[in-house]
């Protein structure tokens, strides 16, 4: 599974971006697609994930209500949506995949298939 990543830029904070993951090669509708975050000096951190089917998601409390998850099968592509921006949201975002959404989804080291980062600045 290749990933490629796009979407990020800088933006006011209360403003809105998009990403994108475009997804090339073997999935399923089991696959597990998820969005990641780090900013500097810190831990890569779960954000929102979404499974292919796109019969459920799962946020981050951090994000809750501010974030929407989404996908497009017909166009291999999941994107996050991220309204009310704050500061502390920028990071280099990055989406990565694997096959279920089984125990420890919320953990980056369980993930092979990465993509790309998009960095996303909120400025006050």
């Known amino acids: 599974v290749q990933l490629q990543a796009s979407g990020g830029g800088l933006v006011q904070a209360g403003g809105s971006l998009r990403l994108s993951c475009a997804a090339s090669?073997?999935?399923?509708?089991?696959?597990?697609m998820v969005w990641f975050r780090q900013a500097p000096g810190k831990e890569r951190e779960f954000v929102a994930a979404?499974?292919?089917?796109?019969?459920?998601?799962y946020y981050a409390d951090s994000v809750k209500g501010r974030f929407t998850i989404s996908r497009d099968n017909a166009k291999n592509t999941v994107y996050i949506q991220m309204n009310s921006l704050k500061p502390e949201d920028t990071a280099v975002y990055y989406c990565a995949a694997r096959s279920d959404i089984g125990l420890g989804y919320r953990n980056p080291t369980e993930y092979v298939y990465w993509g790309q980062g998009t960095q996303v600045t909120v400025s006050s």
């Open positions: 979404i499974l292919w089917s796109g019969s459920s998601t």
């Open positions: 090669g073997r999935t399923s509708s089991s696959y597990v």
